[in-house]
Protein backbone atom coordinates (compact mmCIF):
# COMPACT_ATOMS: atom_id res chain seq x y z
CA UNK A 1 0.00 0.00 0.00
CA UNK A 2 1.46 3.06 -1.50
CA UNK A 3 1.30 6.36 1.27
CA UNK A 4 -1.24 8.36 -1.25
CA UNK A 5 -3.27 5.72 -1.71
CA UNK A 6 -3.35 5.09 1.94
CA UNK A 7 -3.99 8.80 2.67
CA UNK A 8 -6.88 9.33 -0.57
CA UNK A 9 -8.47 6.29 0.71
CA UNK A 10 -8.08 7.70 4.72
CA UNK A 11 -9.87 10.91 2.91
CA UNK A 12 -12.93 9.06 1.76
CA UNK A 13 -12.94 7.25 5.29
CA UNK A 14 -13.26 10.88 7.07
CA UNK A 15 -15.92 12.16 4.92
CA UNK A 16 -17.67 8.75 5.42
CA UNK A 17 -17.57 8.94 8.42
CA UNK A 18 -18.40 13.02 9.09
CA UNK A 19 -21.54 11.89 6.74
CA UNK A 20 -22.52 8.94 9.00
CA UNK A 21 -22.57 11.21 11.91
CA UNK A 22 -24.76 13.71 10.81
CA UNK A 23 -27.02 10.75 10.23
CA UNK A 24 -27.21 9.84 6.39
CA UNK A 25 -27.60 6.42 5.60
CA UNK A 26 -24.50 4.78 3.28
CA UNK A 27 -25.71 1.20 2.10
CA UNK A 28 -22.51 -1.20 1.85
CA UNK A 29 -22.66 -4.14 -0.12
CA UNK A 30 -20.93 -6.65 2.16
CA UNK A 31 -20.81 -8.19 5.22
CA UNK A 32 -20.73 -5.37 7.71
CA UNK A 33 -24.02 -3.59 6.12
CA UNK A 34 -25.00 -3.75 9.42
CA UNK A 35 -22.70 -1.95 11.11
CA UNK A 36 -21.87 2.06 10.93
CA UNK A 37 -20.12 3.07 8.72
CA UNK A 38 -17.61 4.90 10.98
CA UNK A 39 -16.95 1.00 12.65
CA UNK A 40 -16.83 -0.56 9.30
CA UNK A 41 -13.96 1.78 7.45
CA UNK A 42 -12.25 1.19 10.85
CA UNK A 43 -12.60 -2.58 10.32
CA UNK A 44 -11.95 -2.20 6.78
CA UNK A 45 -8.49 -0.41 6.68
CA UNK A 46 -7.49 -3.18 9.51
CA UNK A 47 -3.83 -4.68 9.04
CA UNK A 48 -5.98 -7.79 9.23
CA UNK A 49 -7.75 -7.06 5.84
CA UNK A 50 -4.68 -6.47 3.67
CA UNK A 51 -4.17 -10.10 3.18
CA UNK A 52 -7.19 -10.47 1.22
CA UNK A 53 -6.24 -10.63 -2.86
CA UNK A 54 -9.25 -8.70 -4.29
CA UNK A 55 -12.41 -6.67 -2.01
CA UNK A 56 -15.19 -4.25 -3.95
CA UNK A 57 -17.16 -2.06 -1.36
CA UNK A 58 -19.82 -0.03 -3.29
CA UNK A 59 -20.56 3.22 -0.89
CA UNK A 60 -24.02 5.25 -2.00
CA UNK A 61 -26.65 7.30 -0.85
CA UNK A 62 -30.42 5.89 -1.84
CA UNK A 63 -29.96 8.21 -5.00
CA UNK A 64 -26.91 8.03 -6.19
CA UNK A 65 -23.71 5.83 -6.35
CA UNK A 66 -20.90 7.84 -4.37
CA UNK A 67 -17.78 5.54 -4.72
CA UNK A 68 -16.37 2.34 -5.83
CA UNK A 69 -13.34 1.18 -3.67
CA UNK A 70 -11.04 -1.84 -4.50
CA UNK A 71 -8.78 -3.53 -1.88
CA UNK A 72 -5.69 -5.59 -3.36
CA UNK A 73 -3.02 -7.68 -1.70
CA UNK A 74 0.50 -5.76 -0.95
CA UNK A 75 1.61 -7.97 -4.03
CA UNK A 76 0.01 -5.55 -6.45
CA UNK A 77 0.85 -2.05 -7.79
CA UNK A 78 -1.59 -0.53 -5.69
CA UNK A 79 -4.05 -1.12 -2.31
CA UNK A 80 -6.74 1.14 -2.68
CA UNK A 81 -8.45 2.77 -5.62
CA UNK A 82 -11.40 5.55 -4.97
CA UNK A 83 -13.23 5.60 -8.11
CA UNK A 84 -15.97 8.74 -7.80
CA UNK A 85 -18.24 9.02 -11.03
CA UNK A 86 -17.89 12.70 -12.83
CA UNK A 87 -20.89 12.89 -14.36
CA UNK A 88 -22.41 12.60 -9.91
CA UNK A 89 -19.46 15.38 -9.25
CA UNK A 90 -20.63 17.50 -12.01
CA UNK A 91 -24.43 17.07 -11.63
CA UNK A 92 -24.52 17.69 -7.41
CA UNK A 93 -21.54 20.59 -8.45
CA UNK A 94 -24.04 22.18 -10.56
CA UNK A 95 -26.75 22.13 -8.65
CA UNK A 96 -24.39 23.76 -5.58
CA UNK A 97 -23.67 26.20 -7.26
CA UNK A 98 -27.29 26.65 -8.59
CA UNK A 99 -28.45 26.40 -5.03
CA UNK A 100 -26.30 29.03 -3.91
CA UNK A 101 -27.07 31.50 -6.52
CA UNK A 102 -30.82 31.55 -5.74
CA UNK A 103 -29.39 32.08 -1.58
CA UNK A 104 -27.59 34.55 -3.12
CA UNK A 105 -30.58 36.10 -4.94
CA UNK A 106 -33.10 35.59 -1.92
CA UNK A 107 -30.41 37.46 0.54
CA UNK A 108 -30.15 40.58 -1.78
CA UNK A 109 -33.76 40.76 -1.94
CA UNK A 110 -34.11 40.55 1.60
CA UNK A 111 -31.26 42.91 2.02
CA UNK A 112 -33.71 45.59 -0.21
CA UNK A 113 -36.33 44.69 1.65
CA UNK A 114 -34.92 45.78 5.11
CA UNK A 115 -33.04 48.38 4.08
CA UNK A 116 -35.13 50.35 1.51
CA UNK A 117 -38.63 52.41 1.80
CA UNK A 118 -38.17 52.72 -1.97
CA UNK A 119 -41.11 50.57 -3.42
CA UNK A 120 -39.80 50.67 -7.05
CA UNK A 121 -36.44 50.18 -6.43
CA UNK A 122 -37.17 46.55 -4.51
CA UNK A 123 -39.21 45.02 -6.83
CA UNK A 124 -37.11 46.01 -10.12
CA UNK A 125 -34.36 43.87 -8.13
CA UNK A 126 -37.01 41.28 -7.41
CA UNK A 127 -38.28 41.04 -10.83
CA UNK A 128 -34.64 40.91 -12.16
CA UNK A 129 -33.75 38.13 -9.58
CA UNK A 130 -36.50 35.78 -11.01
CA UNK A 131 -35.82 36.42 -14.70
CA UNK A 132 -32.34 35.76 -13.67
CA UNK A 133 -32.91 32.64 -11.54
CA UNK A 134 -36.04 31.13 -13.11
CA UNK A 135 -34.79 31.24 -16.77
CA UNK A 136 -37.60 32.81 -17.68
CA UNK A 137 -38.76 35.54 -20.50
CA UNK A 138 -40.82 38.15 -18.77
CA UNK A 139 -42.04 38.81 -15.00
CA UNK A 140 -44.68 41.69 -13.94
CA UNK A 141 -46.31 42.75 -10.85
CA UNK A 142 -50.04 43.92 -11.06
CA UNK A 143 -50.98 45.79 -7.14
CA UNK A 144 -54.44 45.86 -6.02
CA UNK A 145 -56.00 49.38 -6.13
CA UNK A 146 -58.73 49.00 -3.11
CA UNK A 147 -60.50 52.10 -3.75
CA UNK A 148 -61.39 50.53 -7.71
CA UNK A 149 -60.86 46.45 -7.25
CA UNK A 150 -58.30 47.10 -10.45
CA UNK A 151 -55.29 45.05 -10.80
CA UNK A 152 -52.98 47.88 -11.84
CA UNK A 153 -49.52 47.18 -13.36
CA UNK A 154 -46.83 48.37 -11.14
CA UNK A 155 -43.36 46.95 -12.54
CA UNK A 156 -42.28 44.49 -14.86
CA UNK A 157 -39.22 43.34 -17.19
CA UNK A 158 -38.99 41.28 -20.46
CA UNK A 159 -42.01 42.89 -22.57
CA UNK A 160 -41.65 44.14 -26.49
CA UNK A 161 -44.36 46.76 -26.13
CA UNK A 162 -45.78 49.15 -23.54
CA UNK A 163 -48.84 47.40 -23.50
CA UNK A 164 -47.97 45.65 -19.99
CA UNK A 165 -47.54 48.70 -18.70
CA UNK A 166 -50.91 50.08 -19.31
CA UNK A 167 -52.88 47.21 -18.13
CA UNK A 168 -55.55 47.56 -15.66
CA UNK A 169 -57.49 44.85 -15.16
CA UNK A 170 -61.04 43.83 -12.71
CA UNK A 171 -60.32 41.15 -10.89
CA UNK A 172 -62.40 38.04 -11.74
CA UNK A 173 -61.68 39.38 -15.25
CA UNK A 174 -58.25 37.44 -17.64
CA UNK A 175 -55.61 35.29 -15.38
CA UNK A 176 -54.31 37.18 -13.44
CA UNK A 177 -57.98 38.42 -12.55
CA UNK A 178 -58.94 34.84 -12.30
CA UNK A 179 -56.09 34.85 -9.80
CA UNK A 180 -56.73 38.11 -7.22
CA UNK A 181 -60.73 36.23 -7.36
CA UNK A 182 -59.49 32.53 -6.28
CA UNK A 183 -55.97 33.52 -4.65
CA UNK A 184 -54.45 30.08 -6.32
CA UNK A 185 -52.24 30.23 -8.62
CA UNK A 186 -52.59 29.09 -12.33
CA UNK A 187 -50.02 27.22 -14.11
CA UNK A 188 -50.04 27.68 -18.07
CA UNK A 189 -47.35 25.53 -19.69
CA UNK A 190 -48.20 25.80 -22.88
CA UNK A 191 -51.13 28.77 -23.57
CA UNK A 192 -51.66 27.05 -27.04
CA UNK A 193 -53.39 23.74 -25.85
CA UNK A 194 -55.22 25.97 -22.69
CA UNK A 195 -56.55 28.29 -25.67
CA UNK A 196 -57.63 25.56 -28.01
CA UNK A 197 -60.29 25.07 -25.60
CA UNK A 198 -62.76 28.00 -26.46
CA UNK A 199 -64.01 28.23 -22.77
CA UNK A 200 -60.54 29.77 -21.97
CA UNK A 201 -60.61 32.23 -24.73
CA UNK A 202 -61.89 35.23 -22.61
CA UNK A 203 -59.27 34.47 -20.02
CA UNK A 204 -56.30 36.14 -22.83
CA UNK A 205 -57.98 39.28 -22.57
CA UNK A 206 -55.78 42.08 -20.96
CA UNK A 207 -56.75 45.65 -21.14
CA UNK A 208 -58.68 45.49 -24.18
CA UNK A 209 -55.57 43.59 -26.44
CA UNK A 210 -54.98 40.20 -26.53
CA UNK A 211 -51.15 41.16 -24.90
CA UNK A 212 -50.13 37.51 -24.09
CA UNK A 213 -50.77 36.31 -27.87
CA UNK A 214 -49.10 39.97 -29.18
CA UNK A 215 -46.07 39.09 -26.92
CA UNK A 216 -46.04 35.15 -28.39
CA UNK A 217 -45.76 34.33 -25.06
CA UNK A 218 -46.67 30.12 -24.51
CA UNK A 219 -46.17 29.48 -20.73
CA UNK A 220 -47.99 31.41 -17.66
CA UNK A 221 -47.89 30.96 -14.27
CA UNK A 222 -49.17 33.33 -11.60
CA UNK A 223 -49.14 33.48 -8.21
CA UNK A 224 -51.82 35.42 -5.30
CA UNK A 225 -49.42 38.18 -3.28
CA UNK A 226 -50.67 37.77 0.07
CA UNK A 227 -49.30 39.12 3.78
CA UNK A 228 -50.83 39.15 6.60
CA UNK A 229 -54.00 37.34 5.18
CA UNK A 230 -54.41 40.70 2.69
CA UNK A 231 -54.42 39.88 -1.15
CA UNK A 232 -51.93 42.51 -2.19
CA UNK A 233 -51.58 41.89 -6.09
CA UNK A 234 -50.87 38.94 -9.01
CA UNK A 235 -47.34 38.23 -10.05
CA UNK A 236 -47.06 37.04 -13.51
CA UNK A 237 -44.66 35.00 -14.77
CA UNK A 238 -44.08 34.36 -18.65
CA UNK A 239 -42.20 32.50 -21.49
CA UNK A 240 -41.72 32.40 -24.94
CA UNK A 241 -41.31 28.67 -25.19
CA UNK A 242 -42.92 26.12 -23.76
CA UNK A 243 -41.93 25.72 -19.76
CA UNK A 244 -42.76 22.44 -17.76
CA UNK A 245 -40.70 23.62 -14.19
CA UNK A 246 -40.21 21.31 -11.64
CA UNK A 247 -41.96 21.19 -8.20
CA UNK A 248 -38.33 22.58 -6.43
CA UNK A 249 -38.75 26.03 -9.17
CA UNK A 250 -42.76 26.29 -8.45
CA UNK A 251 -41.15 26.23 -4.41
CA UNK A 252 -38.44 29.02 -5.57
CA UNK A 253 -41.23 31.14 -7.04
CA UNK A 254 -43.93 30.62 -4.32
CA UNK A 255 -40.61 31.88 -1.93
CA UNK A 256 -40.13 34.82 -4.29
CA UNK A 257 -43.72 36.02 -4.22
CA UNK A 258 -43.47 35.84 -0.45
CA UNK A 259 -41.18 38.49 -0.77
CA UNK A 260 -42.68 40.42 -2.91
CA UNK A 261 -45.93 40.73 -0.85
CA UNK A 262 -43.79 41.07 2.67
CA UNK A 263 -42.38 44.40 -0.18
CA UNK A 264 -45.56 45.75 -1.72
CA UNK A 265 -46.75 45.31 2.39
CA UNK A 266 -43.96 47.25 4.21
CA UNK A 267 -44.39 49.95 1.50
CA UNK A 268 -48.23 49.96 1.96
CA UNK A 269 -47.82 50.49 5.78
CA UNK A 270 -45.23 53.23 5.42
CA UNK A 271 -47.42 54.82 3.16
CA UNK A 272 -49.81 54.66 5.50
CA UNK A 273 -48.13 56.00 8.30
CA UNK A 274 -46.86 58.82 6.15
CA UNK A 275 -50.47 59.97 5.19
CA UNK A 276 -51.24 59.49 8.99
CA UNK A 277 -48.27 61.59 10.00
CA UNK A 278 -49.37 64.58 6.84
CA UNK A 279 -52.92 64.44 8.30
CA UNK A 280 -51.87 65.00 12.13
CA UNK A 281 -49.19 67.91 11.04
CA UNK A 282 -51.84 69.28 9.24
CA UNK A 283 -54.33 68.84 11.91
CA UNK A 284 -52.02 70.73 14.04
CA UNK A 285 -50.99 73.43 11.86
CA UNK A 286 -54.89 74.13 11.72
CA UNK A 287 -55.58 73.89 15.28
CA UNK A 288 -52.83 76.80 15.78
CA UNK A 289 -54.32 78.44 13.33
CA UNK A 290 -57.19 78.39 15.22
CA UNK A 291 -55.52 79.66 17.89
CA UNK A 292 -54.54 82.38 16.36
CA UNK A 293 -57.35 83.59 14.70
CA UNK A 294 -59.05 83.15 18.14
CA UNK A 295 -56.71 85.74 19.72
CA UNK A 296 -57.09 88.28 16.79
CA UNK A 297 -60.70 88.20 17.53
CA UNK A 298 -60.02 88.76 20.86
CA UNK A 299 -58.01 92.27 20.08
CA UNK A 300 -59.64 93.97 17.31
CA UNK A 301 -57.32 96.12 17.38
CA UNK A 302 -54.39 93.26 16.27
CA UNK A 303 -56.85 91.43 13.82
CA UNK A 304 -54.95 90.14 10.97
CA UNK A 305 -52.05 91.02 12.37
CA UNK A 306 -50.76 87.50 13.48
CA UNK A 307 -51.18 86.26 9.71
CA UNK A 308 -49.48 89.24 8.54
CA UNK A 309 -46.60 88.57 10.47
CA UNK A 310 -45.99 85.06 9.93
CA UNK A 311 -46.20 85.64 6.07
CA UNK A 312 -43.34 88.50 6.31
CA UNK A 313 -41.23 86.24 8.73
CA UNK A 314 -41.19 83.20 6.79
CA UNK A 315 -40.06 85.25 3.47
CA UNK A 316 -37.26 86.62 5.65
CA UNK A 317 -36.36 83.63 7.29
CA UNK A 318 -36.11 81.83 3.83
CA UNK A 319 -34.07 84.50 1.88
CA UNK A 320 -31.51 84.21 4.86
CA UNK A 321 -31.25 80.81 4.04
CA UNK A 322 -33.08 79.41 6.34
CA UNK A 323 -35.13 76.08 5.06
CA UNK A 324 -37.15 72.80 6.07
CA UNK A 325 -38.31 71.96 9.20
CA UNK A 326 -36.28 74.66 10.98
CA UNK A 327 -38.38 77.07 8.19
CA UNK A 328 -41.69 75.73 9.78
CA UNK A 329 -40.79 75.46 13.47
CA UNK A 330 -39.88 79.61 12.85
CA UNK A 331 -43.30 80.07 10.98
CA UNK A 332 -45.46 78.35 13.95
CA UNK A 333 -43.65 80.26 16.34
CA UNK A 334 -44.45 83.58 14.39
CA UNK A 335 -47.85 82.34 14.01
CA UNK A 336 -48.44 81.60 17.67
CA UNK A 337 -46.14 84.40 19.20
CA UNK A 338 -49.11 85.86 21.24
CA UNK A 339 -50.26 83.11 22.84
CA UNK A 340 -49.68 83.62 26.26
CA UNK A 341 -52.00 86.86 25.90
CA UNK A 342 -54.47 83.59 26.66
CA UNK A 343 -53.45 84.39 30.16
CA UNK A 344 -53.83 88.20 30.60
CA UNK A 345 -57.47 89.21 31.76
CA UNK A 346 -59.13 91.31 29.27
CA UNK A 347 -58.81 94.30 32.19
CA UNK A 348 -55.13 94.40 31.11
CA UNK A 349 -55.04 93.43 27.69
CA UNK A 350 -57.67 95.52 26.22
CA UNK A 351 -56.99 98.73 28.46
CA UNK A 352 -57.31 101.92 26.16
CA UNK A 353 -54.15 103.81 27.80
CA UNK A 354 -51.25 103.52 29.58
CA UNK A 355 -50.52 100.38 31.74
CA UNK A 356 -48.94 100.75 35.07
CA UNK A 357 -46.73 99.31 36.69
CA UNK A 358 -48.63 96.21 38.26
CA UNK A 359 -50.35 95.73 35.13
CA UNK A 360 -46.78 95.96 33.01
CA UNK A 361 -45.77 93.01 34.96
CA UNK A 362 -48.44 90.93 33.89
CA UNK A 363 -48.33 91.62 30.52
CA UNK A 364 -44.50 90.58 30.40
CA UNK A 365 -45.53 87.55 32.36
CA UNK A 366 -47.27 86.33 28.33
CA UNK A 367 -43.64 84.86 27.14
CA UNK A 368 -43.46 82.47 30.21
CA UNK A 369 -47.39 81.81 29.96
CA UNK A 370 -46.47 80.78 26.07
CA UNK A 371 -43.39 78.71 27.75
CA UNK A 372 -45.54 76.81 29.87
CA UNK A 373 -48.53 76.43 27.73
CA UNK A 374 -46.24 75.07 24.43
CA UNK A 375 -43.34 72.73 25.96
CA UNK A 376 -45.66 70.20 26.95
CA UNK A 377 -46.31 69.43 23.46
CA UNK A 378 -44.09 67.67 21.70
CA UNK A 379 -44.78 68.72 18.52
CA UNK A 380 -44.52 72.50 18.93
CA UNK A 381 -41.84 72.51 21.18
CA UNK A 382 -39.59 72.94 18.39
CA UNK A 383 -41.72 76.26 17.77
CA UNK A 384 -41.39 77.83 21.11
CA UNK A 385 -38.29 80.17 20.38
CA UNK A 386 -40.43 82.96 19.22
CA UNK A 387 -43.32 82.96 21.51
CA UNK A 388 -40.98 82.69 24.36
CA UNK A 389 -38.34 84.92 23.69
CA UNK A 390 -39.46 87.54 20.57
CA UNK A 391 -39.52 90.41 23.35
CA UNK A 392 -36.12 89.88 24.28
CA UNK A 393 -33.74 92.58 22.87
CA UNK A 394 -29.94 92.69 21.34
CA UNK A 395 -28.34 94.48 24.37
CA UNK A 396 -30.05 92.44 27.09
CA UNK A 397 -32.65 94.72 28.42
CA UNK A 398 -35.93 92.78 27.14
CA UNK A 399 -37.43 90.27 28.73
CA UNK A 400 -39.07 87.50 30.26
CA UNK A 401 -35.10 86.43 30.39
CA UNK A 402 -32.82 89.36 29.86
CA UNK A 403 -31.06 87.35 27.14
CA UNK A 404 -27.89 89.52 25.29
CA UNK A 405 -27.12 89.31 21.65
CA UNK A 406 -26.56 85.86 19.64
CA UNK A 407 -28.31 84.20 23.09
CA UNK A 408 -31.57 85.22 21.39
CA UNK A 409 -32.58 82.87 18.78
CA UNK A 410 -32.31 83.63 15.36
CA UNK A 411 -35.98 83.32 14.88
CA UNK A 412 -37.14 85.19 17.74
CA UNK A 413 -34.15 87.85 16.45
CA UNK A 414 -36.30 88.29 13.00
CA UNK A 415 -39.38 88.50 14.27
CA UNK A 416 -39.12 91.03 16.60
CA UNK A 417 -37.78 92.92 13.73
CA UNK A 418 -41.51 92.19 11.90
CA UNK A 419 -43.71 92.24 14.66
CA UNK A 420 -42.32 95.73 15.48
CA UNK A 421 -43.09 96.63 11.94
CA UNK A 422 -46.37 95.59 11.28
CA UNK A 423 -47.41 97.19 14.06
CA UNK A 424 -45.93 100.31 13.31
CA UNK A 425 -47.59 99.82 9.74
CA UNK A 426 -50.89 99.20 11.10
CA UNK A 427 -54.06 101.97 12.10
CA UNK A 428 -54.87 101.48 15.82
CA UNK A 429 -57.46 103.29 17.58
CA UNK A 430 -55.07 105.56 19.51
CA UNK A 431 -53.19 106.35 15.95
CA UNK A 432 -52.72 106.07 12.26
CA UNK A 433 -50.52 103.84 10.50
CA UNK A 434 -47.31 105.50 10.07
CA UNK A 435 -45.50 106.29 6.89
CA UNK A 436 -43.18 103.97 5.41
CA UNK A 437 -40.43 105.99 5.91
CA UNK A 438 -40.92 106.97 9.60
CA UNK A 439 -41.36 103.85 10.15
CA UNK A 440 -37.85 102.60 8.65
CA UNK A 441 -36.40 105.58 10.37
CA UNK A 442 -38.01 104.70 13.60
CA UNK A 443 -36.30 100.95 13.55
CA UNK A 444 -33.22 101.79 12.01
CA UNK A 445 -32.68 104.16 15.33
CA UNK A 446 -33.30 100.63 17.04
CA UNK A 447 -30.24 99.00 15.06
CA UNK A 448 -27.69 97.72 18.16
CA UNK A 449 -30.20 98.03 20.92
CA UNK A 450 -33.34 96.51 20.39
CA UNK A 451 -32.19 94.63 17.50
CA UNK A 452 -29.84 92.53 15.74
CA UNK A 453 -28.15 95.16 13.46
CA UNK A 454 -27.22 92.11 10.86
CA UNK A 455 -30.87 91.17 10.80
CA UNK A 456 -31.98 94.64 10.59
CA UNK A 457 -29.74 95.18 7.33
CA UNK A 458 -31.33 91.96 5.73
CA UNK A 459 -34.61 93.08 6.43
CA UNK A 460 -34.16 96.54 5.07
CA UNK A 461 -32.81 94.73 1.85
CA UNK A 462 -35.95 93.33 1.70
CA UNK A 463 -37.78 95.99 2.12
CA UNK A 464 -35.79 97.60 -0.83
CA UNK A 465 -37.23 94.86 -3.06
CA UNK A 466 -40.62 94.61 -1.31
CA UNK A 467 -42.21 98.54 -1.98
CA UNK A 468 -45.55 97.44 -1.44
CA UNK A 469 -44.57 95.79 2.67
Same mark, same amino acid.
Given at each position: ?23 ? @? ?18 ? %? ?5 ? %? #? ?13 ? &? ?12 ? !?????? !? ?20 ? =? ?10 ? *? ?7 ? !????? !?????? %? ?24 ? #?????? $?? +? ?12 ? =? ?9 ? +? ?27 ? #??? $? ?29 ? /? ?6 ? =?????? /? ?8 ? /?? $? ?10 ? *? ?9 ? *? ?48 ? &? ?8 ? @? ?23 ? $? ?8 ? /? ?17 ? =?????? +? ?36
Amino acid at each position: MTKTDKKSFSGLAQYIMLVGIVGT @LLYIFNSYESQGAAEFLKQF %LSTENLG %L #RFRALVLFTPLITVA &IAYLVNEREKYLYK !VMVSEE !VLKSKNEELVAFNERLSALRSI =DMAISTSIDLQA *TLKILIDKI !VSQLK !VDAVDL %LLLSPDTNMLVYSAGKGFLSDKAEKT #RMRVGV $GL +AGKVAQSKERISIP =DLNIYLSDPAN +ADYIIVAGSHLLVDEKFRSYFAFPLVSHS #RFL $GVIEILNRTVLEPSDEWFDFLETFAAQAAIA /IDKASLFS =DLQESN /IELVRAYDTT /IA $GWARALDYRDKE *TEGHSRRVTDM *TGVLAEEMGISGEELLHIKRGALLHDIGKMGVPDRILLKQGSLNHEERAV &IERHPDISYN @LLSPITFLRPAIDIPYCHHEKWDGS $GYPRGLEGED /IPLGARIFAIVDVWDALRS =DRPYRK +AWSREKSLEHIQSLAGSHFDPEVLERFIQHLDSHADV
